[in-house]
């Protein structure tokens, strides 16, 4: 009987700790990144009478730790850009149990130094990251490679030039690989082909040259590949697709292609949905008549 009664006692202390729906620490940092910005009136919660940041428009929290998990400022204008338009990476720490963050078209330049993406490293349970449409360069972005909880990564329409991103990232665990429409020149790295677990790779929109590298036959799990607007060369009939039987998306379109395409090569991508091509190449030809 005693024991149970402090059981209980114990319970009711821990739920005390716990069960608050925004935790203190990590509404003071929300607020922090915010800054000015921060619509606090339209956030007040008039029911519970807590500024309950589990309730703002951007946030999403576990419902029973009330930590906070996602977080989505596509597009919101803050404070997280200043001193010059620099990013100060350090402000989600507390964040401890983030798990996705979208900063997607923030009009992010780069990092204040010691504040850069590397701090994230810290944030231990970090799967899903949206840097897309910002103004991010090689440098700023070269330390992601370290977010050893990654999964997906959305850097589309930065401005990132070479291929180095690709090679560091090679060591990670990536199911989604986004890097279309930047300003890539360069090869595709063979260190892309370490990255087995990927499920969609986007390099559209680039720059990209040569061939691609044969052991990118590697990527078997590939749901989604688009390699359209390069300057890729693929010449027909090829092995680099071969093993890549989960495919619902391929897009080679506006690159150099050439030789002979024998449609029916496909037959056994059963999933396939999309395929695209589209050459400026007078030797590229595509094979339909076979069933
Ligand atoms: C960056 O944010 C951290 C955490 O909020 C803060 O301690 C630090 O002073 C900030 N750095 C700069 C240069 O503003
Ligand atoms: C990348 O961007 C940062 C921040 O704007 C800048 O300080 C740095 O010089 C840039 N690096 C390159 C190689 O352009
Ligand atoms: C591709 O896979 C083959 C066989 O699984 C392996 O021998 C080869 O090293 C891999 N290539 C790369 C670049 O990962
Ligand atoms: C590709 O598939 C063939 C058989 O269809 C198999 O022999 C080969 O090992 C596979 N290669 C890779 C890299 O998975
Ligand atoms: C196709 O495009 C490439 C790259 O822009 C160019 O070098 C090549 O001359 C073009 N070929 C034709 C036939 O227009």
Redesign the pocket.
Known sequence: MRNSCSWSLFLLCLCFVICDSCLHKERRALLHIVGNECNCVAWYNPVDGENNCCQWEWVTCNPSTGHVTALNFDGFRGEFVDNGDLFNASMFLPLQELQSLSLRNLGIRGCIPGAGFEVWSKLHKLEILDLSENQLNDSTISSLDRLLSLQSLFLSKNFITNAQIIKGLSKRKLNVLDLSWNVIVDDIPRAACKMTRLQELHLDGNFFFGKLPPCIRNLTSLRVLDLSYN?LKVRFPTSNFANMSSLLHLSLSHN?LEGMLYLNSFSRYTRLKYLGLSS???NFQVQTESP
């Open positions: 300057l150099q400026n190449s007078t």
